[in-house]
């Protein structure tokens, strides 16, 4: 089994959109920057680091970026059996796997990044990651410090992060070294994430999750709230706003993972941190990282490498490389043709849909495995609509 991981705030970097403006996928960003009102290409391609600490601008860019990546991976034909994502990438996951369309997704990081810097200023503080120290040392270290300071991250074994007011994070980290810590790292966050501090934006959220209405998905995500996976629209209200303020319970999201049969970790966007904690807390991971298109190749070797090919489709049938999907040419509603039913014959050119009255149609021939996209679902330029098997 295949997991699909998504990174999350801090993760961004200087032109890092640059190894993907001749790509096809950098439709994605200009996508965005007409949903947000906001430039992203910019962002990603002259935006220097201080700019890219802003809460408003490190949310949308990752999120793009994540995306941009899977619109290119979905190409060669994989699909993954579960997804997850840490803090922000929960969003990408939840637009990965359809509860959210990609413009749903845009406004909401937009509405989450905002209402999270606002909480920034109205509560200030900070976080930092405490390595090698258990998880229940660093918590009774916060304890101890007997101030407003809590566990954000419960990341991978020995690596956690705290936070909380400026003087708590201080007192917890004097705490920690007195109980033996071996190190606690600041963190450059413009706030005291994943704690009490960020409960006006989670109350300012709540509206925004609602009106997004996420649906039903054939794939599960994981939550970083209580570690189990969830295919059902409606849990995602109560989760999405739950996550601002609880801890990202990362290493169990993984073991949760492990359990359900997920050997194979790919992770989609800047960065490769998740990369590593998957490394750190499962001994038979096999890990790899996707962030620009000359990576594309090592992925398919990858993949071929480990016998893992096959990957589990929306209908439990394998997916290969070899393997076609057809997407979306226009944004809009999609009504699908409903005399074609799985295991249906298509010729290059049948007409698998419409879109706002322009025919979608397949540029390939092969079996029709599945449809990706349902029946009154609207999307994005782009998107992908169903599976083709090659004949």
Same mark, same amino acid.
């Given at each position: 089994?295949?997991? *699909?991981?998504?990174?999350?705030?801090?993760?961004?970097?200087?032109?890092?959109?640059?190894?993907?403006?001749?790509?096809?996928?950098?439709?994605?960003? !200009?996508?965005?920057?007409?949903?947000?009102? $906001? @430039?992203?290409?910019?962002?990603?391609?002259?935006?220097?680091?201080?700019?890219?600490?802003?809460?408003?601008n490190a949310q949308l860019m990752t999120f793009v970026s994540s995306l941009m990546v899977l619109d290119a991976v979905e190409r060669l034909g994989l699909e993954p059996s579960v997804?997850?994502?840490?803090?922000?990438?929960?969003?990408?996951?939840?637009?990965?796997?359809?509860?959210?369309? *990609?413009? !749903?997704?845009? $406004?909401?990081?937009?509405?989450?990044?905002?209402?999270?810097?606002?909480?920034?200023?109205?509560?200030?503080? /900070? &976080?930092?990651?405490?390595?090698?120290?258990?998880?229940?040392?660093?918590? %009774?270290?916060?304890?101890?410090?007997?101030?407003?300071?809590?566990?954000?991250? +419960?990341?991978?074994?020995?690596?956690?992060?705290?936070? #909380?007011?400026?003087?708590?994070?201080?007192?917890?980290?004097?705490?920690? =070294?007195? &109980? #033996?810590?071996?190190?606690? &790292?600041?963190?450059?966050?413009?706030?005291?994430?994943?704690?009490?501090?960020?409960?006006p934006a989670r109350d300012r959220l709540r509206a925004a999750i609602a009106s997004a209405n996420p649906r039903d998905t054939e794939v599960p995500v994981i939550s970083n709230v @209580?570690?189990?996976?969830?295919?059902?629209?409606?849990?995602?209200?109560?989760?999405?706003?739950?996550?601002?303020?609880?801890?990202? $319970?990362? =290493?169990?999201?993984?073991?949760? &993972?492990? !359990?359900?049969?997920?050997? @194979? +970790?790919? !992770?989609?966007?800047?960065?490769?941190?998740?990369?590593?904690?998957?490394?750190?807390?499962?001994?038979?991971?096999?890990? %790899?990282?996707?962030? /620009?298109?000359?990576?594309?190749? =090592?992925? %398919?070797?990858?993949?071929?490498?480990? =016998?893992?090919?096959?990957?589990?489709?929306?209908?439990?049938?394998?997916?290969?490389?070899?393997?076609?999907?057809?997407?979306?040419?226009?944004a809009g509603v999609f009504t699908p043709v409903g005399t074609l039913a799985d295991g249906t014959l298509i010729e290059v050119g049948t007409v698998l849909g419409d879109i706002g009255?322009?025919?979608?149609?397949?540029? *390939?021939?092969?079996?029709?495995?599945?449809?990706?996209?349902? @029946?009154?679902?609207?999307?994005?330029?782009?998107?992908?609509?169903?599976?083709?098997?090659?004949?």
């Open positions: 089994m295949l997991a *699909f991981t998504f990174p999350g705030q801090g993760s961004q970097r200087p032109g890092m959109g640059r190894p993907w403006v001749d790509h096809e996928s950098w439709e994605l960003v !200009e996508e965005a920057s007409s949903i947000s009102g $906001r @430039d992203v290409g910019r962002l990603m391609l002259d935006a220097d680091a201080e700019e890219l600490k802003d809460t408003r997804c997850a994502g840490h803090s922000l990438g929960e969003y990408t996951a939840l637009s990965a796997t359809g509860a959210l369309s *990609f413009e !749903e997704g845009v $406004r909401l990081v937009c509405e989450r990044a905002d209402a999270m810097h606002e909480a920034g200023q109205t509560n200030p503080g /900070t &976080m930092a990651a405490v390595l090698g120290m258990d998880d229940d040392d660093v918590e %009774i270290a916060c304890r101890r410090a007997d101030d407003d300071v809590w566990v954000a991250n +419960f990341n991978a074994p020995g690596q956690v992060v705290i936070a #909380g007011s400026i003087g708590g994070v201080a007192k917890a980290t004097a705490v920690v =070294k007195e &109980m #033996g810590g071996k190190k606690v &790292m600041p963190l450059q966050v413009a706030g005291a994430f994943h704690t009490p501090y960020m409960a @209580d570690s189990l996976a969830h295919d059902k629209g409606d849990d995602w209200a109560s989760l999405l706003s739950a996550q601002l303020s609880s801890p990202v $319970r990362w =290493k169990h999201s993984l073991l949760t &993972m492990s !359990e359900l049969g997920v050997v @194979d +970790f790919v !992770e989609l966007g800047p960065g490769g941190v998740l990369t590593g904690m998957a490394k750190r807390t499962l001994d038979n991971a096999r890990t %790899i990282s996707v962030a /620009t298109p000359e990576e594309l190749d =090592k992925l %398919i070797e990858w993949v071929n490498a480990g =016998k893992s090919a096959a990957v589990v489709a929306h209908q439990g049938e394998h997916l290969f490389a070899t393997e076609r999907v057809v997407v979306s040419p226009v009255g322009e025919e979608v149609r397949s540029p *390939f021939a092969g079996i029709l495995q599945s449809y990706i996209a349902v @029946d009154g679902e609207r999307v994005t330029r782009r998107q992908p609509i169903a599976w083709l098997r090659t004949a």
